[in-house]
């Protein structure tokens, strides 16, 4: 039974999985061919980093900030259709 605990520790300590970004650190971006674009990455100060997330859309000059400061930024669904007829993120 104590074997069984550990292992079972062992196994759930391993399933943690990386974020897109994590307190600044990674960066993603995609533009759709519809035109959005989607932005993940280092909220800045000026020309430096921070060790916070942001993320954004944008399209046709018009920007969406989605998060901002936040301590991890991490994108689940892209382009996919959720039955609305248009792709999500």
């Given at each position: 039974?104590?074997?069984?605990?550990?292992?079972?520790?062992?196994?759930?300590?391993?399933?943690?999985?990386?974020?897109?970004?994590?307190?600044?650190?990674g960066?993603?971006?995609?533009?759709?061919?519809?035109?959005?674009?989607?932005?993940?990455?280092?909220?800045?100060?000026?020309?430096l980093?921070?060790r916070?997330?942001?993320?954004?859309?944008?399209?046709?000059?018009?920007?969406l900030?989605?998060?901002?400061?936040?301590?991890?930024?991490?994108?689940?669904?892209?382009?996919?259709?959720?039955?609305?007829?248009?792709?999500?993120?």
């Amino acid at each position: 039974m104590v074997g069984f605990i550990f292992v079972s520790f062992g196994l759930c300590f391993g399933l943690t999985r990386n974020v897109v970004c994590d307190d600044g650190d990674g960066r993603f971006e995609t533009t759709f061919v519809s035109g959005v674009r989607v932005t993940v990455g280092a909220t800045k100060s000026g020309p430096l980093a921070k060790r916070s997330c942001s993320a954004a859309l944008a399209w046709n000059g018009q920007e969406l900030r989605v998060a901002e400061e936040a301590s991890k930024v991490d994108v689940d669904v892209l382009g996919a259709d959720l039955g609305f007829g248009v792709p999500v993120v």
